[in-house]
């Protein structure tokens, strides 16, 4: 069977990032094989993060760089990405999913059905409680809105109910789930949610 | 049950007699999808049955009306892709038109080119086209018309 192809994808510093090496603990556990491709804008940075990080074998992660708006790579034209997707695939026949991870971008950017079979828009509480109202394309259309740092909430005045609520009403109740990626709140309930809905293990 | 390719389509002449002969003893299954599901290569699908299948075809191929997932002696699933609303913009003049082409293009909009205009293929709520479009009626002159889909 092919691996799943997942997109992460969300404005700049929202926790992408921070998101992907929490998961990659929940792949470890579960003896599930993994890649991750990242796309930062002209360097290496996020892939060096992640190899540092020592969750994942250092040749698992492979860096694309977009050059211009991260969108044009995982939307208009995501040739770049979706060849790099396929050498994975090739390089390790085992591989059960590939995490693709957008370049910070905004509330407009979505993925092509032709890189990923399923993304998810990671937003975090720090950039107001009105993200959610404003109705970017991102934020409706993904298949998983994940609200994060929920853990910075009392200091930037936001009610994380409300917000939670408002993302529901505005994704008109498709799936809405918060987080702290410096905790792991949350991500084995986003794991678990993957699992099911397109790595079909 | 995993479907990892499509076989065929249901108007290929060699399925096409085996299908029918299934079908009149009610032997298919088909599975509805929505229009802005259909590009996708991997999800999970429920049948008009109610049962539950996954999908998980290689990225060459893509599901269309018609596609046959599962075909045997005694049983066969079929994908039907449903028809969503769209919105039918019928443009007055050649600039209108191009401004019109333009807009849609810039915000990524699925369409279909027909004969004196463009049908907008929606996914999510008709009013947010609706007010896209209002913000071009100051450059650009032409109709707009709903239609429900026809299913
Ligand atoms: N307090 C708190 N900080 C977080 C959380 N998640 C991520 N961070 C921090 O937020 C900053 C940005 O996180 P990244 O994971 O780099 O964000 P990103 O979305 O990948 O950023 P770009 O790729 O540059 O767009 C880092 O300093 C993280 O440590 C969280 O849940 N709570
Ligand atoms: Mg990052």
Known sequence: MTAARIGIGGPVGSGKTALIEQLLDNFKKKSISVAVITNDLVTDEDALRIRKSGKLKEDRVVAVQAGACPHTVIREDPSLNISAADKLESKFPDLKAILIESGGDNLASTFSLDLVDWWMFVIDVAGGDDIPRKNGPGVLNCDLLVINKIDLAPYVGVNLEDMLLEAKSARHGRKVISSNCKTGIGVDELFSIIENEVIFE | ?151
Not at chain 2, 2 to 28: P, Q, R, T
Not at chain 2, 37 to 49: A, G, K, L, T, W
Request: glycine letters at 6%.
């Open chain 2, 1 to 151: 049950m995993i479907f990892e390719k499509i076989l065929g389509n249901e108007n290929d002449e060699s399925f096409s007699e085996k299908l029918h002969h299934l079908s009149h003893k009610s032997l298919v299954d088909y599975i509805e999808i929505k229009p802005e599901d259909s590009f996708r290569r991997r999800m999970r699908m429920v049948s008009i049955n109610g049962r539950e299948y996954k999908l998980a075809i290689p990225r060459s191929q893509k599901i269309e009306n018609g596609s046959i997932l599962w075909l045997s002696e005694d049983f066969a699933v079929v994908i039907r892709i449903l028809n969503g609303p769209k919105i039918r913009v019928t443009p007055k003049n050649i600039t209108s038109a191009v401004r019109l082409g333009y807009h849609c293009g810039n915000l990524h909009w699925k369409t279909n080119f027909i004969q004196g205009g463009i049908d907008i293929i929606l996914s999510g709520e008709s009013q947010n086209y609706f007010d896209r479009l209002k913000t071009l009626e100051e450059f650009a002159d032409f109709e707009v018309e709903y239609l429900e889909n026809d299913n």
